[in-house]
């Protein structure tokens, strides 16, 4: 299963971008899923409420954590963890990681249980 969507490889530096693109790719995947199957994209009956619950979650994660804020804002977790490098640069590689897995069709086995 893979998608043609924007497979754009960067990996953003910022959180809040890294965020919109992977919560994007999600909604691209359920409106793809939600319209009849195309022939590169297998269905499962399963995929749409995954996809949906995946969207939720991550939704919800990002406005509680603050991801969705933009990078400069005072209390966005770009800010919150300008200290902390690690922290930060773990959370943009998580985010990119869905985001590819969406890409690729992997979603469904491996969303991360932090979101």
């Not at 919109?20 to 009956?45: F, G, M, W």
């Not at 804002?73 to 969406?102: C, F, G, P, Y």
Request: proline content about 5%; glycine content about 4%; some cysteine.
């Amino acid at each position: 299963m893979s998608l043609i969507l924007d497979s754009s490889s960067t990996i953003p530096q910022d959180i809040d971008q890294a965020y919109a693109q992977c919560l994007n790719s999600l909604k691209d995947l359920i409106v793809q899923l939600t319209y009849p199957p195309h022939d590169d994209l297998r269905h499962d009956e399963r995929s749409l409420p995954k996809a949906l619950d995946t969207y939720g979650r991550l939704r919800t994660w990002g406005e509680e954590s603050r991801a969705a804020l933009p990078a400069g804002s005072r209390e966005s977790l770009d800010q919150i963890l300008r200290q902390e490098d690690k922290m930060r640069n773990a959370v943009v590689k998580t985010l990119a990681k869905i985001h590819r897995q969406v890409l690729s069709g992997e979603w469904a086995i491996s969303v991360p249980s932090c979101i």
